[in-house]
């Protein structure tokens, strides 16, 4: 399958940068994500800056991903290469992405790879031309129409290894083709067309109702008296009587034929008149500490059948979902963490942080600012109008701090890894609620490394 790796270092450009155009596209995008969760829109961002960089995601465009969302580089590298929907390598003017899974497999897809191989070498390279590459990816979801290639956006279905190769053809020459299926076969009928519901009156509204009228008359064709209410009223008591005198067993009794008749069945007592429940039987059921199942005595131990919670709470006794009981928290309450086992010192205080700065953006508007939300949990921390000497550290060295989180520590008047260090409790919990992360400076620790790099740490 595809071998996912970054193209060589030679053929990588120096930058990049989105268009006037599809910077502005690139901001709508991420309007589309509440604040905090603008990494929701990496795959829509990569996908523009494929196709702007001529249908392959270099380096460069994959770290200003990065930055115009604040991730870290490998967070957008691991999804760039994850998906074989983004080339990581230069491709041809007509990307050939060949379907490779069962089904296609099955139909023909290895033919198509042996006509690709020949004509235009191993995948992942250009022919000559630079007309073409091609590449195996997974199911492409057209498996009715297999085998199926993807030509960059549209889908070439049914095909041969010579129906392919005419297709080549006239895409390099320029000459219009047929998008979808190379056989003639529509959406993904079966071959040859359709061959069930063709009846046209199936559609046409003719039948609807016909089989209710058609049954309705076949009924008083058989039995005239049933046009009549009486017999209608009557159908009920006829029911009755048939179950009294034709009573069937309670149980299959696994297909072996059934000598014996139900005789003492409440249906059979009450067509002869009788109470349905014999007096015995309905004692037996009210006496205490004995089933209705059991014959005899109760033995030790036996629960007492009308031993229900109703009749506890009457007697003055817990119910039995009282007994072990424990308190409900309220809706609004903020659930108590578990105790961290074997956790760090870090993970401990980002836990604790997490849970407090919850309760706290409980009772803010859903529309606050993150400036409202930070001041509602700690306390915003000293700045600087500008870099010390204007050089201002590489904040990006701190593991954790991206480009992007980078500059917005930069518009908060932080440049420099000394005032990091400095950071108190308060501080860290209104940075980490400002930049959408509470906890995450203190699981990754960025007050102990800061103190490191500025040389202030024992």
């Known amino acids: ?69 604040g991730m870290p580089n490998i967070r957008v590298l691991e999804v760039a290469t994850f998906y074989t929907m983004f080339a990581l390598e230069p491709v041809g003017r007509f990307w050939i992405q060949v379907c490779g899974t069962v089904p296609c497999d099955s139909c023909g897809a290895r033919g198509l790879k042996e006509m690709l191989q020949t004509r235009l070498g191993a995948p992942g390279h250009v022919s000559p031309d630079g007309n073409f590459s091609w590449l195996e990816v997974e199911c492409l979801g057209a498996c009715c129409n297999a085998p199926m290639v993807q030509i ?20 390099a020459a320029g000459r219009p083709v047929k998008i979808g299926s190379q056989t003639g076969r529509v959406s993904s009928e079966p071959l040859g067309g359709a061959d069930t519901l063709t009846d046209p009156t199936l559609f046409d509204g003719s039948r609807v109702g016909a089989w209710r009228k ?35 067993p309670a149980r299959p009794d ?53 031993d229900s919670p109703a009749k506890r ?22 659930p108590q963490q578990p105790e961290a086992s074997g956790a760090s010192e870090g993970e401990v205080a980002a836990e604790a942080e997490e849970a407090r700065v919850a309760g706290a953006l409980a009772a803010l508007p859903k529309d606050a600012s ?44 932080i440049f420099h890894f000394d005032q990091i260090a400095a950071w108190s409790r308060d501080e860290i919990t209104w940075v980490g609620t400002y930049l959408a992360f509470p906890g995450r400076i203190d699981r990754e620790d960025w007050v102990g490394q800061a103190k490191t790099l500025s040389g202030t740490g024992a």
Do not use: C
């Open 254 to 306: 696994a297909g072996r034929p059934v000598e014996r008749m139900v005789t003492d069945a409440p249906a059979q007592r009450a067509a002869a008149g009788e109470t349905p429940v014999k007096s015995e039987d309905r004692a037996d059921a009210a006496e205490r500490g004995r089933s209705t199942a059991k014959h005899g005595a109760a033995r030790p131990g036996d629960a007492d059948v009308l």
């Open 370 to 413: 993150p400036e409202q939300k930070a001041d509602a949990v700690g306390k915003r921390p000293a700045g600087l109008d500008a870099a010390r000497a204007g050089q201002p550290d590489d904040l990006t060295r701190i593991r954790g701090i991206g480009p992007g989180n980078s500059q917005r520590l930069n518009g908060l008047g």
């Open 313 to 334: 709470v009457a007697e003055g006794e817990p119910a039995a979902g009282e007994q072990g009981h424990q308190d409900v928290p309220a809706r609004d309450a903020v």
């Open 152 to 171: 960059n956006q549209d889908y070439y279905e049914d095909l041969t290894p010579e129906s392919l190769g005419q297709l080549m053809d006239d895409l």
């Open 1 to 69: 399958m595809a071998n996912r790796r970054l193209a060589p270092a030679s053929e990588q450009p120096q930058s990049f940068a989105f268009s006037p155009e599809n910077a502005e596209w690139a901001k709508t995008q991420i309007a589309k994500y509440p604040e905090g969760r603008q990494a929701s829109a990496v795959i829509p961002l990569l996908w523009k800056a494929q196709e702007q960089n001529g249908g392959w995601l270099p380096r460069a465009a994959i770290e200003a991903v990065a930055a115009e969302l």
């Open 214 to 248: 058609r049954f309705e008359e076949a009924g008083r064709a058989e039995d005239p008296a049933a046009k009549t209410p009486a017999a209608k009223t009557g159908e009920a008591a006829a029911s009755t009587q048939q179950a009294a005198e034709n009573p069937k």
